[in-house]
C-alpha cells in the first residue's frame, strides 16, 4: 500500500490569496491525482500530474487557477490561486499503487480541508 | 462518458440492520468497480474492489458483487454498527485512467 501526506491538513485562508498544498508519497509512483470534494459532494478530478509531463486538466478547471507541480516520483503540490469562498472544498491527492493497470487500488490522502473567507 | 449512480441519501438504519446501498454504472468497456468510505473528518478509504464480472470483493462485513449483466455493484452488509456510520462512495476506473465516482450515500446507523 501507499501512505500519503498531505499538508496542510486544514486551513483557513483569506479571499484574493493563493495557497499551495502538498502531497509526499511513501513511494516512487508515476501517475498522481489531484481531487477536488466540495461540502457534501461527490469527488471531481482537477487534473493528472504525471513525472516528467506537464499536468493534464479535466474540464472546468485551468492551470492559471490550479497550478500543479511534480518534481519527482513520490512529490507533487497543488495551488489554489487566488481564492474565493467557492473554494472552500477538500482537496485530495490520490496515487496508483502496485503498478498502474486497472484492478491497482487507488489510494487518497487525508485530504486538505480549506475553507476561504 | 463513463457515470456512476448510486442509491439517494441519507441512509439512516438501526444497529444489527441489514444493509443495501445501490450502484449502477454506465460504461464503454469493463472498469474495475470500488467502493470507497469516508467517516467523519477523515479522507478517502479503499473499502473493497472487484476487477472483472461476477468477482466479490469484501472487508470488514461489506460485500459486492460485480454484476456485467446488471452494470450494477451493490454494497452490503448483513448486520450494521454505529462505527459504520460515514460516506460511501462507489466508483469505476478504466484501464488507466482516473476514478469516476458516484455522488456519495451517506449512511447513519443508531444505536
Known amino acids: 500500500s501507499a501512505v500519503i501526506s498531505q499538508k496542510p491538513s486544514r486551513d483557513i485562508c483569506q479571499r484574493g490569496t493563493s495557497l499551495t498544498i502538498q502531497c509526499q508519497v511513501d513511494?516512487?509512483?508515476?501517475?498522481m491525482f489531484w481531487y477536488r470534494q466540495q461540502p457534501g459532494q461527490s469527488l471531481t478530478l482537477i487534473a493528472t500530474?504525471?513525472?516528467?509531463?506537464?499536468?493534464?486538466?479535466e474540464s472546468g478547471f485551468v492551470i492559471d487557477k490550479f497550478p500543479i507541480s511534480r518534481p519527482n516520483l513520490t512529490f507533487s503540490t497543488l495551488t489554489v490561486s487566488n481564492m474565493s469562498p467557492e473554494d472552500s472544498s477538500i482537496y485530495l491527492c490520490?496515487?496508483?499503487?502496485?503498478?498502474?493497470?486497472?484492478?491497482?487500488?487507488?489510494?487518497f490522502g487525508e485530504g486538505s480541508w480549506l475553507t476561504v473567507v | 462518458g463513463d457515470s456512476v449512480t448510486q442509491m439517494e441519501g441519507p441512509v439512516t438504519l438501526s444497529e444489527e440492520a441489514f444493509l443495501t446501498i445501490n450502484c449502477t454504472y454506465t460504461a464503454t468497456g469493463y472498469p474495475s468497480l470500488f467502493w470507497y468510505v469516508q467517516y467523519p473528518g477523515e479522507g478517502l478509504q479503499l473499502l473493497l474492489k472487484a476487477t472483472k464480472a461476477d468477482d466479490k470483493g469484501s472487508n470488514k462485513g461489506f460485500e459486492a458483487t460485480y454484476r456485467k449483466e446488471t452494470t450494477s455493484f451493490h454494497l452490503e452488509k448483513g448486520s450494521v454498527q454505529v462505527s459504520d456510520s460515514a460516506v460511501y462512495f462507489c466508483a469505476l476506473r478504466q484501464g488507466a485512467q482516473k476514478l469516476v465516482f458516484g455522488q456519495g450515500t451517506r449512511l447513519t446507523i443508531n444505536p
Open positions: 500530474a504525471n513525472q516528467g509531463s506537464e499536468a493534464t486538466y
Open positions: 490520490s496515487v496508483v499503487g502496485g503498478g498502474q493497470t486497472a484492478g491497482n487500488t487507488i489510494y
Open positions: 513511494s516512487q509512483v508515476t501517475m
